[in-house]
């Protein structure tokens, strides 16, 4: 993968992140009645979700280091997560808009703030997972091809 399309593919990242952040956060204000707590549990669990899915990521690094199969199909494993995050989305919308149904929440009523904890981990998961998995894949990505157009000698 040229380092072109992994700064493109950093780009794309970073957009989709604040994209899905964004369009995430709108719709967690509507369902939950938005205030200060709506704001903080959501972004500690979107938080928690981007540390756990690059600590992930490290289990994968060092599962990749003596296999020499893995480490060819990290370029792939890259972009089909990145491609993943956009039906996560929409999955995690659908998540959204019907978890007062699913909780047995009636409209008007505030939702206890341990379910509301436990469904904004389980909403957040996909998508935050997924980012904190890519970032540091794609980072190691970049580290490879970086080496390898030094040891080669050539411009890029």
Excluded at 54 to 60: S, V
Excluded at 68 to 81: A, D, E
Excluded at 123 to 141: A, D, R
Aim: hydrophobic share 50%.
């Amino acid at each position: 993968m040229s380092n072109v399309l992994l700064l493109l593919s950093f780009l794309f990242l970073g957009s989709l992140s604040q994209i899905i952040q964004n369009i995430q956060i709108r719709e967690v204000l509507v369902v939950f009645y938005g205030n200060e707590v709506s704001f903080s549990l959501f972004f500690v669990s979107w938080l928690l979700w981007i540390s756990v899915g690059g600590l992930f990521y490290f289990g994968f690094h060092n599962l990749c280091k003596d296999r020499k199969f893995l480490r060819q199909c990290r370029p792939y494993v890259y972009l089909s997560l990145l491609l993943a995050t956009i039906p996560a989305l929409f999955i995690q919308l659908l998540a959204t808009n019907f978890c007062r149904g699913y909780l047995q929440i009636p409209a008007g009523e505030i939702i206890p703030i341990g379910q509301w904890w436990g469904t904004l981990l389980v909403i957040t998961m996909p998508t935050g997972f997924i980012i904190g998995f890519c970032f540091p894949l794609g980072i190691s990505l970049l580290k490879q091809s970086n080496s390898g157009n030094a040891n080669s000698n050539t411009i890029s």
